[in-house]
């Protein structure tokens, strides 16, 4: 399995960043997708998860309200559009797969239980 994730960048307080997740080496559309975040000193935590069919989604409440996680199994690919950015968004931005779980059981499972891609920065300057 190999996640690469893209779309991290720098942008200001109040803009917005696409994140994409490129995936191969499985069978997409059985896996559920997410995306977690580590900021520096901190650990890491789940942001948003989609399950494998696209009709469910969990978010952390910091997420709520102004990200959106979707998901297009036919490029076999999982986004994260993020609005109104804040500085304590800042962090590296995990894609991460795990086959047929829910989107909120996915949200807490233990990082060895799923599958990792290699993280993209984001930087909210203030």
């Known amino acids: 399995v190999q996640l690469q994730a893209s779309g991290g960048g720098l942008v200001q307080t109040g803009g917005s960043l696409r994140l994409s997740c490129a995936a191969s080496?499985?069978?997409?559309?059985?896996?559920?997708m997410g995306w977690f975040r580590q900021a520096p000193g901190k650990e890491r935590e789940s942001v948003a998860t989609?399950?494998?069919?696209?009709?469910?989604?969990y978010y952390a409440d910091s997420a709520k309200g102004r990200f959106t996680i979707s998901r297009d199994n036919a490029k076999n690919t999982v986004y994260l559009q993020m609005n109104s950015l804040k500085p304590e968004d800042t962090a590296v931005y995990f894609c991460?797969?795990?086959?047929?779980?829910?989107?909120?059981?996915?949200?807490?499972?233990?990082?060895?239980?799923?599958?990792w891609g290699k993280g993209t920065q984001v930087t909210v300057s203030s």
């Open positions: 991460a797969a795990r086959r047929w779980a829910t989107a909120q059981h996915m949200s807490a499972m233990n990082s060895d239980m799923l599958y």
């Open positions: 989609i399950n494998w069919g696209g009709d469910g989604t």
């Open positions: 080496g499985l069978m997409f559309s059985t896996y559920s």
